[in-house]
């Protein structure tokens, strides 16, 4: 007789959404990049030694030039970069974490095509991260139904074309996403290691282990922060080692630090600083920041579709306060406090559009709109936007 566990992990029939979904994004996907690949080559936007390392990692047989090379912009080239040849302290790559690139160069050897090996990579990881939502919110308590409604307003959302591109998005939601599942069902070894590997991908996984911490107090431990004896049986539950667990996503970053050190490769904040000119800062500094950059600077097109995916995002997060489980909350607002320490970015709000994609508790409050007509109109002029950036993407606009 089969497990509990391998029944409850076999392909359901209610994934095939999922799939669908995915399937017909990534192929609107490919048509374009096609389209932009046939016509007049643009012009790169981004140049030098990154650029030029990546670009001898290229396959130019007729498949790679209009289905494959066309995804070669911006991060890309950095990812490629790292995979092929690795870290160098004088430029710039330290400010990457290692998980995706390492992911990218073991493929990439056995396939002999890293630009391709890297799509290979982020849209495995984006079907995933479409199933794993819907599990998510189904265990959220959504229906089957809202579930969908899920899905689909999370691959709609204008920068949701990042999950196709080789870029880490799909890798980090898909690893932040099993952390929770694995948390909600108290496999606690399993969701801080999924954690780690969240943290390898993007620095903001770090976040999980207070997010993990905070589902084992209230889970496992029951705790109650004005309940009589809470405390005692609080110390109870720490003899026990699965709270060690949680500690991982942070345990990860620190060491990863501790690496960098050792290997006199300088730290990410340094990195950040001195190569790219953005400097860290406390939360409320970066949103006093952000504040005089929105009433005293000019503004490019991307501004105005960052800054409406943000006050978008904190609307539902707003709702979300009373209709979200409060550990979701702060997965969210955690999330939203680390974007706005970067103090000094180029642009209004730096990549804004793409960062939101991590906050996927707004998504399960935009499944719960009751009015269809208004999540249609929602998911229109989401999937419109997508198109819009897309394109700009693949021909060397700066959208995110």
């Not at 096609?34 to 990692?57: C, K």
């Not at 209004?348 to 208004?374: C, E, G, N, T, W």
């Amino acid at each position: 007789m089969e497990s509990w566990q391998v029944k409850r992990w076999r392909w359901k029939r209610e994934w095939l959404l999922c799939l669908s979904i995915f399937i017909t994004l990534r192929l609107i996907a490919s048509v374009i990049g096609y389209m932009i690949a046939s016509g007049p080559e643009p012009e790169p936007l981004s140049s030098g030694p990154i650029n030029i390392a990546s670009e001898t990692l290229l396959h130019h047989d007729r498949f790679s030039n209009l289905y494959v090379n066309v995804w070669k912009h911006w991060d890309t080239d950095w990812y490629l970069k790292i995979a092929a040849f690795g870290y160098d302290p004088t430029d710039g790559t330290v400010s990457y974490l290692p998980l995706y690139p390492w992911l990218v160069g073991k493929l990439g050897s056995l396939t002999g095509n890293f630009l391709l090996s890297a799509l290979l990579i982020s849209n495995f990881a984006a079907l995933a991260v479409f199933i794993l939502f819907y599990e998510v919110a189904l265990i959220e308590g959504l229906t089957s139904e809202q579930a969908g409604f899920a899905v689909l307003s999370l691959a709609l959302f204008p920068s949701a074309f990042f999950f196709f591109a080789a870029y880490t998005d799909a890798l980090f939601l898909a690893f932040a996403l099993g952390a929770w599942l694995a948390a909600r069902r108290r496999l606690w070894l399993l969701a801080g290691v999924l954690g780690g590997f969240a943290t390898l991908t993007r620095l903001q996984g770090s976040l999980l282990m207070p997010v993990l911490g905070l589902l084992w107090l209230t889970d496992v431990a029951g705790f109650r922060l004005l309940e009589p004896g809470t405390w005692r049986k609080l110390l109870t539950f720490l003899r026990t080692p699965t709270w060690l667990a949680t500690l991982i996503p942070g345990l990860v970053f620190f060491g990863w630090n501790l690496y960098l050190k050792a290997a006199n490769l300088g730290n990410v904040t340094e990195m950040l600083a001195t190569h790219w000119g953005i400097r860290t800062v406390p939360p409320w500094t970066g949103i006093g920041l952000f504040l005089t950059r929105l009433f005293n600077t000019s503004r490019v097109f991307v501004d105005y579709i960052d800054l409406g995916t943000l006050v978008f995002i904190l609307i539902l997060l707003g709702f979300g306060l009373r209709r979200l489980d409060p550990v979701l909350s702060l997965y969210a607002w955690l999330n939203l406090a680390l974007f706005f320490m970067r103090g000094t970015p180029p642009h209004l709000l730096d990549s804004f559009s793409r960062y939101m994609l991590a906050v996927f508790p707004a998504f399960l409050i935009m499944a719960k709109i009751p009015s269809r007509a208004a999540r249609v109109t929602l998911w229109t002029i989401s999937f419109l936007l997508q198109i819009f950036l897309l394109m700009g993407f693949l021909d060397w606009r700066w959208v995110a």
